[in-house]
């Protein structure tokens, strides 16, 4: 009867905390090895004081026992993230402010020191001050503080990992101790660097090497020492992968790659190495290829993969002194660049281009004002592909400098036919003198008529 008084006392001065629930578990315990001493003596058929002394607790150990297995386990809820991802575990109480209750979050199938995961004493948890949390979860578990008093005792876990897969249970601390809810965790890991995680076999940085031959650039990227097997690729800039040829060896579970391959389109490259066994991704730095220079032609009619087709040019809109021109490339694979240009090949002033890309082709549109009578082209460029193309259109402006030259001369014309005029009719006469110091010179003015010129005038006869 002390045994019974004592563990009655721990759980009636604590009944909410979760030592309570340990003292039921030591006193079913004790109350175990008394039932079983009790039967013995029952079996034996010895009715003495201590068998009867006895019978309190084995009814005791009866009714707990019976209370534990009449409670039914909530189901297993299903909950699948991917690694880094926070996670919500649901636990509730139900419609009732639990901030001076305690509630016990663990995980199950785990040894002792990994099973803590979180636990709230009257606003008391793990790390502030109550100790004895997995280090696993450490920094990485939080409550809703704001939500006890609506009964809400989930949990959130930050930045799951792989190790985090397994059963958790939410244990409401009371006589006996009860489960509100089990969840069954999922962290699906990702492909990432895990070199600095220490995953055996994890492949080192690969090594990526360039050399220009004749028939383009060479790329070799060298795996040294990866376990299990990886996947190895060259990629592009854009993620494509470029055809490669594969020689390795190996040593014992550990295995050398060697990827050799030749590009002929100028771009960034790097070399990508996958252990999906071990959710290990890790690459090599880019390099920048600059194939040996081809010439720059409209390579439409190759059947060039991506090469754009001939610019529309069209005039939106056109006045006396001004025009606005529009050219539009659509289907390009890579981005080509687009200008305008004078008939003189100057690259014009233009609009921030319109961009729109559609499954790695892009359809342009530049525009551009024009302000005097030239031809002008619109001109695409893919330099990757060596490909250029272009079409053109004719401006006419009305030009102010035209209408001062031909005023001018409108202005000289009349001028002459006036002196025309005056010379048929007589009334001015040409008169011309000889130099009398030069046998070649004349001079000539235009006079009117009769001129009291005292000179004498040579004969014109």
């Not at 492909?191 to 050399?211: F, H, M, W, Y």
């Not at 299990?228 to 060896?249: L, M, Y």
């Not at 390099?287 to 069209?314: C, F, H, M, Q, S």
Request: hydrophobic share 35%; net charge negative; proline share 6%.
């Amino acid at each position: 009867m002390i045994l019974y008084r004592k563990c009655c006392c721990c759980c009636c001065s604590r009944m909410l905390q979760a030592k309570c629930c340990r003292c039921v578990i030591e006193t079913e315990k004790r109350a175990a090895v008394i039932f079983l001493t009790f039967v013995n003596a029952m079996f034996n058929l010895q009715t003495t004081s201590t068998t009867m002394e006895l019978l309190p607790l084995v009814c005791l150990y009866i009714l707990a026992w019976s209370a534990r297995t009449d409670q039914t386990d909530p189901p297993v809820t299903e909950i699948a993230v991917m690694e880094d991802d926070d996670v919500l575990l649901p636990c509730s109480f139900g419609a009732m402010d639990i901030t001076n209750m305690a509630f016990d979050w663990k995980k199950e199938n785990v040894t002792y020191n990994k099973r803590e995961v979180f636990l709230y004493e009257s606003g008391n948890i793990y790390g502030s001050p109550l100790t004895g949390q997995a280090e696993q979860f450490k920094g990485r578990v939080f409550h809703f503080p704001d939500q006890l008093t609506s009964g809400n005792a989930s949990i959130q876990i930050k930045t799951t990992k792989v190790d985090d897969s397994g059963t958790y249970t939410c244990i409401k601390a009371s006589t006996p101790p009860t489960t509100l809810s089990r969840v069954q965790l999922t962290v699906e890991c990702v492909l990432k660097d895990r070199t600095k995680e220490n995953v055996k076999g994890a492949c080192p940085k690969p090594i990526l090497e360039s050399r220009k031959t004749d028939d383009g650039v060479l790329l070799q990227c060298d795996v040294l020492g990866a376990s299990p097997q990886p996947e190895v690729e060259i990629q592009g800039s854009d993620g494509s992968r470029v055809d490669a040829k594969e020689h390795q060896n190996s040593n014992g579970d550990h295995h050398n790659i060697i990827l050799i391959a030749t590009v002929t389109m100028e771009g960034n490259y790097r070399c990508v190495v996958k252990q999906p066994e071990i959710c290990h991704e890790i690459s090599s730095n880019y390099i920048w290829v600059n194939p040996p220079d081809g010439d720059l032609k409209d390579r439409t009619g190759e059947n060039t993969p991506g090469a754009a087709k001939k610019p529309y040019v069209t005039t939106l809109d056109e006045t006396k002194d001004r025009a606005l021109l529009e050219c539009e490339v659509h289907g390009a694979s890579p981005k080509p660049n687009v200008t305008w240009q004078d008939s003189a090949g100057n690259i014009l002033p233009a609009e921030e281009p319109q961009i729109t890309k559609r499954e790695n082709r892009y359809d342009i549109i530049l525009q551009t004002t024009v302000t005097k009578t030239d031809r002008y082209r619109c001109v695409a460029t893919q330099e990757e592909i060596k490909h250029q193309t272009y079409s053109e259109t004719h401006i006419q402006m009305d030009d102010p400098t035209g209408w001062i030259v031909g005023a001018f001369f409108c202005v000289l014309f009349v001028v002459a036919v006036v002196l025309l005029v005056l010379v048929c009719t007589g009334l001015i006469k040409p008169k011309c003198y000889k130099d009398s110091q030069s046998t070649t010179s004349l001079s000539c003015d235009l006079v009117r008529h009769p001129d009291p010129d005292p000179k004498e005038p040579l004969n014109a006869k």
